[in-house]
């Protein structure tokens, strides 16, 4: 695996400092923020001073019950290539539900939630993540996600979970120390376990992100400092493995360059305190780990029908790099057919309704998705269309997430659609969680930023004349069949200047 060394994620705010901060080897963007035909000059102007940049996805729904959609997948590929990176990373978790599997709407969580430690959900993304691995042309690492609340009826630790995972698609991972700690104070579970029973040759690099803690519960934000705790978990990983790349995530509440600079000392010295304590470990906590790993590679074959592993050195052949192992069967090989060739022979994608069914009999994982399916839109609809909580989970934790994901709902749609808070001002954020209480996400943040323009223009009640003309303007702007023209935008931002001079 590359060496990476340290890095950190760069956000069009920060730009100019990331570019200008000493000892960055890497940066890492949000892939759905880039256009492959035209990436921002800053990313170009680190690009040909060598620094590496590596794509991160987030709307996959790689843990979802359906097939990765193929034109996801494609715009994944292209940034990949546009950027010259050397992989490319997504998450462990599910974006959206519901849909044909389910006969119902398909709902949008607009945010990442946790995938069901169960043998089920194990089967289902491994095949996914065979299907990604083969649609995309460099090597693909996911991570493990922070958690909120957990499932009823698990069925495997998340140390136990990665293994699999990994052993069985030669999938690379990206561990957030983070997500391991916020997990931690949500759910109860040992960081030191989990990175215990992780295959820690599969490693491709590390996150380090800031949250906070309220009323017991840890958030993860990305907009405060790392904490302490985080950075002991990153030393006791540093102390397992060299990890090939660290890097700092830090997406709003952006501070000066040098404090973030400050933080990336710090994070180098937790790497350092690690390494020094790697030769120290005692030979105790060297056999559970063994022994924790040599549990980890114990496979079930009538669970899955395949054999397969990372080998001591973490390496692969090609086949099994790209999420095939040497005991995948006679099933698996027919599918890889299917998904070339169409189930007619007419060269009809497998991605397809009617391919996707038949690929996913000839694997086994068709009854699997269709029960995480059901539970995954079950649990959706309870947190985004107040639907009731789906036995076995906690009401309160589900409250939590809910308020999380409307609150991150408002803060996105504020992003793609910044004139709406300078239009309506501090009744931004209540009028738009007032919307997201009755109307779910069932498309991406701009369609959602028209449909709450929509709903308060329809609204019955009054409101200042002078506003709602703005939003009028705002909708039509946005509504044709074309785009708007560059002299609409420099007219909303001169309206917007004006509120905020007039405010003040």
Not at 9 to 33: F, K, Q, S, T
Not at 146 to 170: I, K, N, V
Request: charged share 25%; hydrophobic share 40%; aromatic share 4%.
């Amino acid at each position: 695996m590359q060496r990476l060394g340290t890095g950190i994620g760069w956000r069009p705010e920060i730009a100019d400092a990331v570019e200008d901060m000493p000892g960055v080897d890497w940066v890492e963007v949000v892939a759905e923020n880039v256009c492959p035909g035209h990436p921002p000059e800053s990313l170009l102007r680190l690009r040909s001073r060598g620094v590496t940049v590596v794509p991160h996805g987030v709307s996959l729904g790689l843990g979802g019950a359906e097939r990765p959609d193929e034109g996801r997948l494609r715009a994944l590929a292209e940034r990949a290539e546009a950027l010259g990176s050397p992989l490319v990373t997504e998450h462990i978790a599910f974006v959206r539900a519901g849909g044909p599997l389910t006969a119902s709407d398909r709902l949008e969580a607009g945010h990442l939630l946790p995938v069901p430690r169960t043998r089920d959900a194990l089967a289902v993304l491994c095949e996914n993540i065979r299907v990604a691995q083969d649609a995309l042309p460099v090597p693909l690492a996911v991570e493990n996600i922070a958690a909120l609340l957990s499932w009823p009826g698990e069925e495997l630790t998340e140390g136990q979970f990665l293994y699999e995972l990994a052993d069985r698609t030669g999938v690379r991972l990206l561990i957030d120390v983070a997500n391991l700690h916020t997990n931690h104070v949500n759910q109860g579970e040992d960081p030191a376990k989990a990175l215990a029973e992780l295959p820690l040759e599969a490693v491709a690099y590390v996150h380090v992100a800031g949250g906070f803690e309220r009323d017991g519960v840890w958030h993860d934000s990305h907009a405060h400092p790392v904490s302490r705790p985080v950075l002991d978990v990153l030393t006791d990983l540093a102390s397992r493995v060299s990890p090939p790349g660290i890097l700092l995530e830090r997406d709003e509440n952006f501070p000066e360059p040098a404090e973030l600079e400050e933080e990336l000392a710090t994070i180098r010295q937790a790497v350092q305190r690690g390494r020094a304590a790697a030769g120290r470990r005692p030979a105790a906590v060297a056999d559970a780990t063994a022994d924790a790993k040599a549990l980890g590679r114990t496979v079930k074959t009538g669970e899955t029908g395949e054999l397969g592993g990372i080998g001591e050195s973490g390496q692969k052949d090609d086949a099994t790099a790209r999420g095939r192992t040497d005991g995948m069967g006679d099933a698996t090989a027919r599918t890889q057919t299917v998904a070339a060739t169409g189930a007619d022979g007419t060269g009809r994608a497998a991605g397809s309704e009617g391919g996707q069914a038949t690929a996913d009999a000839l694997n086994g994982t068709g009854p699997a998705r269709q029960r995480l399916a059901l539970a995954q839109t079950a649990l959706l609809s309870a947190l985004v269309a107040g639907t009731p909580a789906p036995e076995g989970f906690d009401r309160g934790r589900l409250g939590v997430q809910s308020r999380a994901l409307a609150s991150k709902r408002a803060d996105v749609v504020a992003k793609v659609a910044p004139e709406l808070p300078m239009i309506l001002g501090p009744a931004y954020r209540t009028a738009f969680l007032s919307y997201a209480q009755a109307r779910p996400m069932r498309e991406g943040y701009r369609r959602d930023a028209m449909d709450f323009v929509e709903s308060l223009l329809a609204s019955t009640r009054p409101g200042e004349p002078a506003v709602l003309r703005e939003l009028r303007q705002w909708r039509q702007e946005r509504s044709g069949p074309a785009p708007r023209a560059a002299r609409h935008d420099r007219r909303s931002a001169v309206r917007a200047a004006r509120r905020v001079l007039l405010r003040h």
